[in-house]
Every structure is written in C-alpha cells, then in structure tokens.
C-alpha cells in the first residue's frame, strides 16, 4: 500500500542517510550525497493553523503555514486529519494561497463621489463614518412604523445583498444588525 | 431548500458525502458531482470501486459522466418526466419498499374530495386562482379524525398554542387502496408519466431509461441502499423544488431515506450557504427556520405569530421556545413577557423582498442605501444589465470584497460604460469599496453541505486596510449605537437595547488587527441560560419563559459549556466521525436515521444497521446519534390527545412533520405533487398538460427581461449553464488568482458538431449567443459530448456555457448572465438559468456594427 | 538501503481536475504561463497544452465518441516527469546537474545547470523546458524537499481522488495490479500498468491507463537517446570541461540579467 504521511515521516528520518551510486549507459555518475545535502530545500517551515476551504461546500480541512517572523501566509494545503478530504483538495482550494497572497487584491478604501469618473482612496475611518450617517440617514428618512394599518417598523431603502461566502459568525450578527434597522430586503446567494 | 423539507421535515442534505461510499447505486441528476464537488466525489469513486452503479443524468456529457458507470442524456428542464416516470415504474411493477411506504410515509392518508389533481384539470390542481396566480391549499388537506386534547391544563405557552391549533388525526386506509389515498393518487398522478413519454419530452431513449429504472429498484430495499445527488441542475429552474420533490418521493417509495448509503445529497455551492440559511442573510427567515413575520399572514402580535406558526403535533411544537430564546438573545433584559419579548420591534415584510424584487425596487427608486457584500450582482445577477440599471439608481452602496469586482466597478466598466452608452457622470450612485479580509485572516465557523459546522482560525493579519466582514459589522453597530444613544423614538429601541458590546474585540489577542470575538458570537448562537449565562447543550433545555436564550436553536450544542467549541472538534474516524465537528442538528449526521430501523427498532437488515432500539439499555443506540426521541421505544403508541412527539409512535420517523411521516403528498405554492412544466423559454410545448409553464412562477414585468416562450424561432437552441471545477461563481474569487485563471482562461460556448456543422463554427471561433436580454460573446468548443436529441420527430439542439466571467479580473469575458432572464419559482424565486433558450451565430458581438 | 519511491498515476480514477497542477504550482513556486500564452487552446478541457518550465504537472483531456455517441468516453491522465530508472535527462546533461537522489528520484539541480538543453532532448517524454527567466531546465523534482521533511510530494497531497498514489515503486505496483485486476473484472479489458521494468528500467512514476498508451500519447517503446548521440554529447561534455563551461555559465547569467525585469512582473502575477 502506499505510505501514509504519517508512516512515511517515520521513515525518511533513516532514509535521508541512504544514497543512490548510479551507472548507467556509460556515463559514471558519481555519488551525491553531498551535493544532495547542499541544496538548498524548501521545506516552508512555521506556524500552523487549521482552517476551512473557502469555496465549495463540500467543507475540506486544511492547514495554513504562516511565516512567524512576517505573519504572512506561505502555504495552504489540505488536513490529512480531516475525514472529509483526507488532506487533498481541488485546484480551487489548492489555489487558495493566491487568494491571500495576491498583488491584485484591494488593500485601500476607495470611495467614488457621485457621478465621479476615478476611484479616490480614502482613510478606513473616515469612510466607516460615512457609512454609519448614510445608514442612519436613509432610515431616519423612509422608515415605516405602520402600513396598511399593521404596525411593519420596516426600512424599504436598505438593502443588503451576500453572505454565502461568509462564516456564520457574520450572517449572524449581520442579520441581527439589519434586522433592527427595520431592514427587509436581505438576500443571499442561495437563491442564485 | 422547501424541496427537501416539504418531504421530510428539514432543507438539509439528508446524508454527507463521505455515506455515499456506502450506496448500492448513485444517480447524479441536476449536478455535475466530479467538476463542482471534486473532494465529496472521492467517495462516490469508492462506491464505484467497491461495485456500486454511478448514473450520471445530465444533457451534457460531463467529467461526471466520465467517471460515472452509465451516462444518460436528456434535456434540461424535463428531470420531473424522468423522475416521474421512475415513480410510475416503481409503482406500476410494484419495487416499492411496502412496509416502509405503509408505515413512514403519508401513502396511506386519505385526502379529501375537494382535491383535484392535475390529471383531472389539464395541468391545474384544484384551488387556483388565475389572478392571484396562487393556489388555496386547503382544499388539499386530508380527511382528518376529531380533534383530541389532552386532559390535563396547558402549562407553558408553547402547550398553550398547540391546544389551541390542534387538528385531528389524518384518516388513512393502510391496504392503500382506497381511491382518494395518497398513494392511489399519486399513480394516476403520474400515470402517463412513461418510458415512451420520457423519449418523447426528455429526448432520453426508452432503454437508456428502463436501466435507469431496473438499476434503482435493483439497488433499494431491506439489504440494499441507493442515493440520489443534485446541485443547481435541479434548483435554477421554475419549478425546480418540485424536481427535488420528485425524488424526494421516489427514494421514500423505494425506502432509501434515513438509511446508510441512501438519501438525498444536496451539494451546496458556497462554503457557508448552509450556515447563510440556517443564520438566513435571507428576507423570508429567522434563524433557525423561523419566519420572518410578514404583514400577509396573522402576525400581528407575537401570540398570534406564534399560532400561526407552531405546529401542534411534532417537533415544532416547540416553536415559542426558539423565538422567544432569539428574541432574549437579542434584546437581553431589555425583552420581557410585559413587551412580548421585543416582538413588535421586528420588522414586518409588507410582500416578497427575494432578490429580484429588492433589485426591482432598487431600480424603481425605493431602494436607496445598497450593501453588497461577497456577492457579484452585476455580472452574477440574472439579466445583469438590469441589475447595473438597478445600482445606478442608488444613492449610496457599499462594496465589500478582496478585488475590485464587477459590482465595484459597473460604473466605469461595464459594458454599457465602455461602449459610451451609459456615461459615468450620469450614474449618481455614491460608492463606498472596503477591501475585505479573506477566509485565512479571520477565525469563525462554516457550515458545509451536509450541515456541519466546521471551525477555522486566524493564520494571518489582513494587510492594510482590508478588514473581515465581521469586523466591518461590528464596528458599524458600535458606530450606528452612537448615534442613535440619545434617541428617545419608540422605533429606534431595537438599536439602542441590541445586545452588541460582548462581541468587543481582545486587544491582546496577539494580533495587529483585532477581530470582534467570535467565540462570544457562536456562544450567543449557541445559547445560554439568562440567569447565569451558561451555555446549553441541547436545545431540549430551551424555554418560552424567557429564562433561556439562544440565535439558532438548530446550532444549540455546537458550544456546550464555555469551554468546549465542537465546531472545532477534530477528531475524525473513518465512517461518520462524531468526532470531527458539528452536525446540526444535535451532530446528527444522518437523518432520519429512525428509518433505518424496522416498526419493532431492529436495523431493516444487518448490511444496512445504522440506528437501532437496544432493549437492554431501553434506548436508541447505533453508528450515530439518533435522530428520534432518545428513549421513546418503537412499540410506543401515538396519543391522538398528544401534542408534540406525543402525537407520534414510536415508529413515526420524521419527527419535524406533524404526522411523523414522509410527506409523499404535501402542499407547495405550485401544488401537492410534482408536476412538469416546461421552461418559461422552451424549444416545445409542453407534451403532458395543456398547461405549458408553472401556473405559479413569477415574472418581472421590467426593462429589456423578455420571454422567448414556446418554439420562438429566433432563439432555437436549447441553452444550460454550468460551473467548472476552475472557476468558482461569477468568479471573484478566482478570476483574480493566476493559478487558476490559466486553466480556464476564456468564455467558450459548447456546442455538438452537428449543430456547429450547420452554423459552420469551429473550435477556437467566437461566437456570439443573443437572447432578448442581452449578447455574450464566447469561443468555440466544438464536441461531442453535447449531442442532439430527438422529441417526436423534432431534433433539439443544446448548448452549454459556464458562469463564471466578467469585465474585470485576469480572465475577462462576457458574463453569460447578459442573457439569463429575471423569473421565479414560486416557493423560493429562484431563476431559470439551466434551461432557456437562445440564438447563436458565427462572429464577436462588435462584428455587427 | 536507498528507499525507492514514486508515485502510481491510476487514470480509472482520475476526474482530471487539475488540483495535482495547481498544487505543484503552489509548493514550488511556479507562476502562471507568460501571458501571451494564456488562451482559450480548445484541446477539450486542456488550456496549458504540455508540461513546460512553468507546468510540472499537466493533465490531458482525451475525448473519444463515435458519431452516435454509443462508445463515448473522456479520458483523464495527469502528466508529469517519470522519474525513469534509464533517466535520458540525466545520461545526457553536460554537468552533472542532473542527479539521482536517496529516493531514487530524478533532481536537477539548478546551480549546476547551464540550461544547456541537452536533457530536454534526451527526455523521451517531452518532459522537460528550459525556463526563459530562471536560465535552466525545469521538471518536476517529485517534491524533493518535502520528501526530505516527510511529506509526500503536493500533487500526490492534494488529489481529491487519490488517483496520484505517493509510496514505495514496489508496494505500488502491487497495488497496481490488483487494481488492474479489479478493473479487468468490472470490464475494462485494455487496462494496463505502463511503467513496469520494459520501460526504460521502469518508471518510478508509473501509471495504471484504461487503454494503449498512444490513446494518451504517451510513446508505446520510448527509448533512450541513441548511443551515438551518446558519444556527441560525451564529447561535447569534455570540450566544455575544458573550454567551455565558464562562457556557457556566463550566458546564463547574462540571459537572466536580461529577464530580470520579466522576472519581477513575474513575481507580480503570482
């Protein structure tokens, strides 16, 4: 059978002293032993956290690698412990790396003025403020204490839309959020 | 997620993955099981190995036919024929498992003679109301015994509203032979429901079904399980909860439900679109199932919510309980029984808010202030020209993701922009984008596709200003209770007395970012006593007096005692593995697992035991946790005066039904019984009925969202849409990763080499696809795995595209929900994205002008 | 004892999801294809088209259907160096910059390398690329480094269907042949071990296919580079032990200085 992980681990650790002497077709290849020993390996070595999959939901485990000096992420790759994948993964989850480490990704507040042709980078704060007067505002404004002669305490003009992507954590306080806003346009991607 | 829960009592999947290495026999229908679930599919290729037949039904030869023992073409929109006529095959050569359609379905129930099924009013149940496009379902209730109530006085309010909504006892006639029992109903119901029919409206040839039909009652009974996997092959139609309905039936006929290696297995897209149900970011829902109270039912006082929806008989009696513990975990002590607990503060849904009404409302001015936060609307949103329309429109929005997606940018690339048809300075929509932190940067709990949560944690800070979503609300409540501190308005009560403070984050956590504490918010979820704040373990421990709370009754358990997080529970083993997170509800993995017992509690055969009554200890023992009233024996007599489980026996294995049973018959918005219809856009008419269309499916009467209807000459190819296993979604989460962005890297369109032939298309060419709603322009993937089929002595020609492009990222495309059209089921409004139709012709969109 | 392991390529179980390629992407360091080269290629599912200094793993889409769709299948096999007993690679390199290692694996070792090019001929699989910015030759190292620390290599990690086997050439191909064996009883009559001992000494990683070997195109006798070929090189290897090795070093550099700025682009799309 093949080796699992864990048997081969206990292995290699005697194996690493053992050596091939080839020969073959003519050309004499001399032993390596220290050639082998001089490369440099890249064994991502640090700390180590259990994780989950983000795409799918089929819910395979995994194992993140930070580096302790940076903090950064420099590998993600499946939990063999997990008995739902066994340490594998599909090309979406092996990816997942880039989803972290990835130049492409927004690491700045952008806020766009209305009618604006450009993005403007804007501080975290400032724009969390906005955010709050704008939500405080639109409901002030439309909030609806009774229709039709039915006490609703409803917002009609906030929407909000996702959270399929998200922990439970946030839909949970999310919903508990906008639900005592009066908000009852709240959707995900289930129905997507 | 009504698909599941009308049959048997809950929306979840009904068994994991990891059990369908135990089935007989699998049919993947509605799902294409090895691209989209590459990890859950490992144990469906254990099952193959181990000898199980693998049918794979789908109108694209797919890497899940390849894999499959036996690949089935058909066209999309027709699986409620197919699965139909396996129902007519079951019954007419009597496969059905007896003993267990007598005793744990609804079979036998008579139902009153006010029903008409659709055999008798071409395609129409009793009760419609053309106008109101609904049905009124009590003409399809059964035939029921006097009511009965217990002796004893009510004690708590939860008993109190079971008196006072008990209903009798369904009659029933056990021989089933009785002309207006469900079973007898359910054979005219799909008598025309034939092999022939099948070639005819399927395309599917006869033998190709009889295999289907042999393999299944081959592979179902006392000593052998099948199972059935779908995705949203079966959702994205209009009548797509009824498909799942269908099999929902056959596999209750054939005896496969609650049983190891037999089952339903929902496979959910999303990583937390369980968990965003269960915890529903949804207009329809509490957490927990409860409904979110709407003006167009009896809700106006928290008692009359309560009456309206208690159920008096099975287990959601309980219903008081759970929303009085939500409302407890949300107001503290600020709910009380003197305020009916904060009931009036919720908000009341005044109609159906579902997505596209919320993004007609948007596009009709109602809608001002727009959170989008992980999703894509304007290139994953059905007609997604309308939904960049409806964005327009706004005052304000706010974008959250980790790139600057499609719905982040609409306003300086999208189509309409780029080609100067819609200028910039013209949209007025203010804009907010936030970039978020990814799964790896925050802790917290998904819920996966067989509903078990599982735990992650922080590996690494957010880098610069991304922040998790969790972090954003947070802060946004502390903010938005600032500025509502001194408000002295009743309507604003709900901010001020929301319990908000104990998610404060630990700034001593280690970390440069600090996130708001997501253990104290899965403990909320969880539930705790109000007294002394010690956590639940069971939701069996929840009251209605007040004196519990909890966010999720279904998640009650996953936090036992403060110290113990079983969503992060890992210790797995090689079947079920109690040990390895939590399954709600109550870590039961498999549910309904009573079935898999006889009426007396002994395993219906030694090959299949799952759960069984162990006399000796006088209690449920077994693989797993048993899914039934823990010491409730199997000879145990239901009590026509009961309420609650009492009103069960002890061989009454769906135990959230009121009558303990598989709903066989159960009422739906578009009837009690599946039905087929055709798509909205459909090549043909429908062959059954002279009703064409879901009577109940809701169109959007707006802006450039037009119907082809039947056999519209202009748009003659059949279209499906799909996912690759390389993309996920509209693709904000791939389309930006180069790794993957190689691998797929372009829009293509499949299409047979017959019809290519005839459009003289060849790989590599673009092609554009026109339907009313909009173009996209693709390449060519010419290939046989797409083929022809014939209705009658029509050929129909399919094509397929999959879903996953945009105008933004590293892998560009047209998103192909330029031509998907805005409709909806009537039970949940989803769209119909697998099944319209389009044209298609040779060239790139701009060739034309 | 050297341990000699490898891996087993089951093609009957192989879903052809490419997580083995992406996850080698991962572990090593490798970006995306040079953009021009990013394109819809219309191979079935196949959009990298061959193994090449940025693909050690490729998987190949082979679809057979007759007109009436009555014999249909679509093959998957998941590519990659083999790690062949008769290394071609390593006969020809100049250098020595191709070894054998204690795992009886095929390594290049890249400060050796000259990227000469020799070894990409010398491989009767089309295995390896000489990469543009890097200077030398590039093909799968069976995760060296990670068998080094205990792991079994990415590509063999990730596979949701374990149809890459990780483990000991020996107990591998016993497990190849029951699984042969097995598939023969499901009705699979062409299945067959590619990779035994007639193929170039045998191939460590060695694959279980469902048909010929030229269904996959992968070569039905591959042979070794011709003795006289052989000679050549020996020959050449001496002339750049006396003359030449330090110019072909300097070209080496010179041409990664050149890519530099490609090199750094590179970095930005990872």
Redesign the interface.
């Known amino acids: 059978m093949a080796i699992s992980r864990r048997e081969f681990l206990k292995r290699t650790g005697v194996a690493a002293a053992g050596l091939t002497v080839a020969s073959i077709g003519g050309l004499d290849v001399k032993p390596v032993q220290a050639r082998v020993n001089s490369i440099k390996l890249n064994a991502k070595k640090g700390k180590q956290y259990p994780s989950v999959c983000p795409y799918c939901a089929i819910g395979c485990g995994m194992i993140i690698t930070s580096d302790e000096q940076t903090g950064k992420v420099i590998n993600i790759e499946g939990n063999p412990d997990s008995p739902v994948n066994l340490g594998s993964l599909c090309p979406k989850g092996a990816a997942a790396f880039q989803l972290v480490e990835n130049p492409h990704r927004q690491t700045k507040v952008m806020y766009r003025a209305p009618g604006a042709k450009e993005w403007q980078a804007k501080p975290l704060d400032w724009a969390m403020e906005q955010v709050a007067k704008r939500v405080k505002e639109t409901r002030d404004k439309y909030f609806v204490e009774t229709y039709e002669g039915k006490k609703v305490n409803m917002n009609p003009a906030i929407a909000s839309l996702g959270g399929a992507t998200m922990e439970n954590e946030w839909n949970y306080i999310w919903l508990k959020l906008m639900r005592n806003l009066g908000v009852v346009n709240l959707e995900n991607q289930a129905r997507i | ?1 009504p698909g599941l829960g009308t049959s048997f009592g809950r929306g979840g999947a009904t068994q994991t ?2 059990d369908m290495a135990e089935s007989d026999c699998i049919v993947i229908m509605g799902s294409n099981f ?9 144990w469906v ?1 254990r099952a193959r ?1 181990k ?1 199980a037949r693998v049918i794979h039904i789908d109108p694209r ?1 797919t ?1 899940t ?3 499959a023992t036996d ?1 089935v ?1 058909m066209r999309s929109g027709t699986d409620i024929v197919f699965l139909g006529a396996l129902i007519h095959y079951v019954l007419t050569n009597e496969k059905y498992f007896k003993e267990y359609v007598v005793n744990y379905t609804n079979a036998p129930f008579i139902v009153k003679d006010t029903f008409k099924d659709t055999e008798d009013l071409e395609g129409l149940f009793s009760g419609f109301d053309a106008n109101k496009k609904s049905y009124d379902q009590s003409l399809w209730d059964f035939e029921r015994e006097e009511v009965k109530l217990p002796d004893a006085e009510p004690k708590t309010l939860s008993d109190k509203i079971a008196y006072a909504t008990k209903k009798g006892r369904p009659k029933t006639d056990p021989t089933l032979q009785h002309p207006r029992s469900v079973f007898q109903i359910l054979k005219r119901h799909f008598s025309r429901y034939t092999p022939e029919m099948v070639e005819e409206v399927c395309g599917t040839p006869k033998d190709k079904f009889l295999m289907v039909a042999d393999a299944l009652a081959k592979n179902s009974g006392r000593e052998r399980t099948s199972s059935f996997a779908y995705a949203m092959g079966w959702t994205q139609h209009t009548v797509g909860v009824q498909m799942i309905r269908t099999a929902g039936i056959l596999q209750s006929l054939l005896g496969n439900m609650g049983r190891p290696g037999g089952g339903i297995m929902a ?17 329809d829902t ?2 927990g199932y409860l409904q ?1 109270p709407i ?1 167009l039912r009896k809700h ?1 006082t928290l008692t009359d919510y309560l009456k309206t929806e208690s159920k008096p008989t099975g287990w959601w009696v309980n219903t008081p309980k759970y929303m009085i513990s939500l409302l407890k975990a ?1 107001y503290g002590d600020a709910a009380t029984d003197k305020n009916d607990f904060g009931y ?7 109609k159906n ?3 596209y009404n ?1 993004f007609k ?2 596009y009709e001015g ?10 894509n ?1 304007a290139a ?2 059905q007609n997604a020209t309308f939904h960049r329309k409806a964005m327009a429109k706004l ?2 929005m ?1 974008v ?5 997606t499609e719905t ?1 940018t609409f ?2 690339e999208a189509p309409e922009v780029v080609s100067g048809e819609v200028k ?12 978020s932190a ?5 802790d ?7 509903r ?10 957010p ?8 972090h ?6 502390v ?2 209770k600032k ?2 501190k001194d408000s002295t308005l009743d ?1 604003d009560w ?2 001020k007395n ?1 319990t908000w403070e104990h ?1 404060a984050p630990n700034p001593n956590d280690g970390w ?1 970012v600090h996130e ?1 504490n ?1 253990h104290a ?2 403990k ?2 969880n539930g705790y006593t109000v007294k002394d704040k010690k956590n639940l373990a069971s939701f069996l421990e929840l009251k209605d007096d007040g004196s519990t709370a909890a ?2 009754w279904i ?1 009650t358990g996953v936090m036992p005692d403060e110290h113990t997080n079983k969503a ?1 529970a ?1 210790k ?3 079947y079920l ?1 109690l040990g ?2 939590f399954c709600w509800p109550a870590n039961r993995h498999i549910m309904y697992n009573r079935a898999s017992a006889d009426l007396q509690g002994r395993p219906w055969s030694e090959r299949k035991k799952l759960v069984w009554w162990d006399e000796t200890q006088k209690k449920w023992v077994g693989k797993d946790v048993p899914d039934f009233a823990a010491a409730k024996a199997p000879t145990a007599k239901a009590k026509d005066e009961g309420i609650g489980l009492d009103f069960h026996s002890g061989s009454d294995p769906f135990i959230m039904h009121p009558d303990g049973r598989v709903q066989i018959f159960g009422a739906l918005a578009d009837g009690p019984l599946p039905t087929h219809y055709e798509p909205v856009d459909t090549p043909i008419k429908n062959m059954l009925y002279k009703q064409q269309h879901n009577p109940a499916a809701i169109y959007f009467n707006i802006d450039k969202n037009k119907i082809h209807g039947i056999g519209n000459d202009k748009y003659p190819y059949v279209m499906t849409t799909y996912r ?6 509209s693709g904000p ?2 389309r ?11 829009l ?1 369109l499949e299409i047979s080499p017959e019809l290519a032939g005839e459009l003289k298309i060849k ?2 060419d673009w092609v554009t696809v026109e339907t009313e709603r909009g173009k996209a322009e693709a ?3 010419v ?3 797409l ?1 022809p089929l014939k209705h009658g002595g029509k050929i129909i020609h399919e094509v397929g595209m999959p879903i996953h492009w945009g105008y933004a ?3 560009k495309g047209s998103s192909i929900n330029e031509l998907t059209l805005m409709v909806g089921d009537p039970n ?4 119909e994205s697998k099944a319209f139709t389009v044209n298609v012709r040779k060239g790139r969109i701009r060739q034309e002008v | 004892m050297a341990e000699r392991v490898g891996m087993l390529i089951d093609t009957s179980t192989c879903i052809g999801c490419k997580a083995c390629g992406v996850a080698c992407k991962e572990w090593n360091e490798l970006p995306m294809a040079p953009e021009d080269k990013v394109e819809f290629k219309g191979l079935s599912y196949d959009n990298q088209g061959h193994l090449s200094d940025t693909n050690w793993r490729h998987v190949k889409f082979i679809e057979q259907f007759n007109e009436d769709r009555s014999d249909s299948r679509w093959l998957f096999l998941s590519d990659s160096c083999k790690h062949c007993q008769q290394a071609g690679c390593m006969e020809v390199c100049p250098t020595n910059a191709i070894i054998r290692t204690e795992f009886d694996t095929v390594f290049i070792d890249h400060d050796t390398c000259i990227g000469c090019r020799y070894c990409v001929t010398g491989c009767p699989f089309g295995v390896i690329q000489v990469s543009d910015i890097k200077g030398t030759a590039q093909k799968c190292t069976l995760c060296y480094d990670r068998l080094q620390v205990g792991e079994q290599p990415a590509c063999a990690q990730a596979c949701p269907t374990d149809c890459i086997e990780f483990g000991e050439v020996d107990s591998l191909m016993k497990l190849a042949e029951g699984r042969e064996k097995l598939l023969k009883s499901q009705g699979y009559d062409n299945v067959r071990i590619y990779g035994k001992s007639d193929i170039l000494g045998g191939l460590n990683v060695f694959y279980l296919l469902l048909d010929k070997p030229d269904v996959y195109g992968l070569p039905e006798n591959p042979q070794l580079p011709q003795k006289n070929m052989m000679k050549s090189y020996t020959f050449s290897i001496a002339g750049m032990v006396a003359t030449g090795v330090l110019a072909l070093l300097a070209f080496r550099s010179r041409r990664m200085s050149h890519k530099a700025d490609a090199d750094q682009d590179q970095d930005k799309a990872v």
Not at chain 2, 424 to 435: L, M, R, S
Request: charge should be negative.
């Open positions: 997620m993955p990891r090895a691209e989209n679930h590459p990890v859950g599919f490992r290729l190995d000898g030869f890497r036919s390849a894999m690949y073409p496979l959910r897209g999303h990583a937390n679109v369980q968990g965003a149900t269960d915890l529903p970011t949804l207009w509490l957490p979110m003006i106006d949300w009036d503060y919720l908000p009341k849904r005044i808010h579902s997505h919320m409302d948007m109602k809608v001002k202030g727009f959170f989008c936060m992980g999703q609307p994953g949103g005052d304000w706010v959250r993701d980790p790139f600057q982040a306003w300086k910039p300075e013209d949209i007025k929509t203010e804009i907010f984008f936030f970039p990814v799964f790896a940067e925050t917290g709990s998904f819920t996966n596709t067989n078990m949560l599982q735990w992650k944690e922080k590996a690494a800070d880098p610069g200003e991304c922040r998790s979503d969790t954003f609300t947070y802060e946004l409540g903010l938005l500025l509502y309507r709900p901010i929301l998610y440069k708001p997501s918010i899965l909320e979820i966010g999720a998640y992060a890992r797995g083993d090689d593995s390895w997170g690759l296993t390389e993309h996920h979604l989460m791939t930006w990763l180069p790794w993957l962005a190689e691998l797929q890297p372009e293509f790989t590599g390449r060519a993937l290939t046989r795995r083929q990222g590293i892998a949940v409004t989803i769209h």
